[in-house]
């Protein structure tokens, strides 16, 4: 069940995995892009850690505060799919104060489909929306949210290896991102790590 507290600490223990694991998000995202990844998640989680005081039992309403908190401190297109994500998050959970098992999937089915027509990308592009599919399905089947979100985005990582990276900036380097993990999923699948 997810609830304002659930809610509060997930973003705690995300924000504590985004420090550790800044540098490595930074060079992951530095082989094909810009090299800020970790800059992006960590001022978006920071952000939203700070403003936490200004959670409410509402569940629409703090996934909007997260939304807002991304907005303000990250310009970068991952930030933005994340925002957008948040906000179409907060519009489905309305006026909620927990979220059943079907509306936790439903929160991972909103971002996909967020990302997939934000971001103009599809399934099998090698980006963190395939880990997003891959966790839907494996939360169709079960409800150990710990060990599904740890082995999906693992899962995803080997599924596209030796596989190009079809959008973004790593379409540029053409066969060399087919040895590399896209930035999104390989940051996805570390912060999972913290549950």
Do not use: W
């Not at 800020?36 to 909007?64: C, H, Q, R, S, W």
């Amino acid at each position: 069940m997810l609830n304002k507290e659930v809610l509060e600490s997930i973003f705690q223990k995300l924000l504590s995995q985004a420090k550790k694991s800044y540098d490595e998000f930074n060079a992951a995202d530095g082989k094909i892009g810009d090299g800020d990844l970790g800059v992006t998640i960590l001022n978006g989680l920071e952000e939203i850690n700070n403003n936490k005081a200004n959670f409410k039992d509402d569940l629409g309403i703090n996934f909007m505060l997260c939304s807002q908190a991304f907005v303000k401190k990250s310009g970068s297109s991952f930030g933005t799919l994340i925002a957008f994500s948040f906000m179409n998050i907060s519009k489905n959970l309305k006026g909620k104060t927990e979220c059943s098992h079907n509306e936790i999937i439903g929160i991972f089915e909103t971002s996909l489909k967020t990302i997939l027509e934000r971001g103009k990308t599809k399934l099998g592009d090698k980006t963190i929306a395939d880990s997003f599919d891959l966790i839907i399905k494996k939360l169709k089947d079960g409800q150990n949210y710990s060990e599904i979100f740890k082995s999906a985005t693992k899962q995803a990582l080997e599924d596209f290896k030796g596989k190009k990276i079809k959008i973004g900036r790593a379409r540029m380097f053409e066969d060399k991102t087919k040895d590399l993990d896209d930035p999104g999923m390989f940051a996805l699948n570390k912060l999972t790590e913290v549950f």
